[in-house]
């Protein structure tokens, strides 16, 4: 089994960056593979509509998006972490979960998730129901931890000073092995993903 954890940061290894290791760590001694990608400092184009992806199962624009894409055709679990601006995640994270879930959503669906907030201060919990929208409109399990899933500090050192908020991440990291063995188990018993049905209504009178 294996987890991507996504660093939505303009720092790889800033605040963000040691609230994902702390999942990870939990992650890789109850035995699950976890690979951190941080998705860079660039600039990184939004969604604009096009349409292509449902004609080539790919995002029209070629760029770590569509990586991520197909690392997720072959993972188990999500974590996406991202600090907060304007008690919002970072416009980077979100530009590559529009794309990822418009392209490519069939390889997260079913899939557990959870989002990783880090804030000086406040935002987080605004930015956590931002990312969690991204599970829940996927048929996706939401993994939940002992609080809120963030950590405090505006330097990675602050950040290894919150010992709650790293026993946080550090639960994250068991509940979603424990979620992970589950469905395995599931699996192995014959227990199938639901076939879920879709209605789309515009609410045009």
């Known amino acids: 089994?294996?987890?991507?954890?996504?660093n939505g940061s303009?720092?790889?290894?800033?605040?963000?960056?040691?609230?994902?290791?702390?999942?990870?760590?939990?992650l890789q001694e109850e035995?699950?593979?976890?690979?951190?990608?941080?998705?860079?400092?660039?600039?990184?184009a939004d969604c604009i509509?096009?349409?292509?992806?449902?004609k080539t199962g790919k995002c029209v624009f070629d760029d770590i998006v569509n990586e991520i894409v197909e690392k997720a055709k072959e993972c188990d679990g999500f974590v996406f972490g991202s600090p907060v601006y304007y008690a919002h995640p970072s416009?980077?994270?979100?530009?590559?979960?529009?794309r990822a879930f418009y392209s490519g959503g069939r390889y997260f669906a079913h899939k557990p998730g959870a989002a990783v907030l880090s804030a000086r201060r406040a935002g987080t919990t605004a930015s956590f129901d931002v990312i969690n929208k991204y599970f829940t409109?996927?048929?996706?399990p939401v993994v939940s931890s002992t609080y809120w899933n963030h950590v405090y500090g505006s330097q990675p050192e602050q950040v290894r000073e919150d010992k709650e908020g790293l026993k946080t991440m550090y639960n994250i990291g068991k509940?979603?092995?424990w979620l992970?063995?589950?469905?395995?188990?599931?699996?192995?018993n014959g227990i199938p993903v639901p076939a879920n049905e879709k209605e789309f209504t515009n609410f045009i009178r």
């Open 1 to 6: 089994m294996k987890v991507m954890l996504l």
């Open 137 to 140: 409109i996927n048929s996706m």
């Open 49 to 54: 509509a096009c349409g292509s992806c449902r």
């Open 175 to 177: 509940n979603m092995a």
């Open 180 to 188: 992970l063995k589950c469905i395995a188990l599931g699996k192995e």
């Open 10 to 26: 303009s720092r790889s290894n800033g605040c963000t960056g040691a609230a994902l290791a702390e999942v990870a760590r939990a």
């Open 91 to 98: 416009a980077r994270l979100q530009a590559v979960l529009d």
């Open 31 to 44: 035995g699950i593979d976890t690979e951190i990608i941080f998705i860079g400092n660039q600039p990184l």
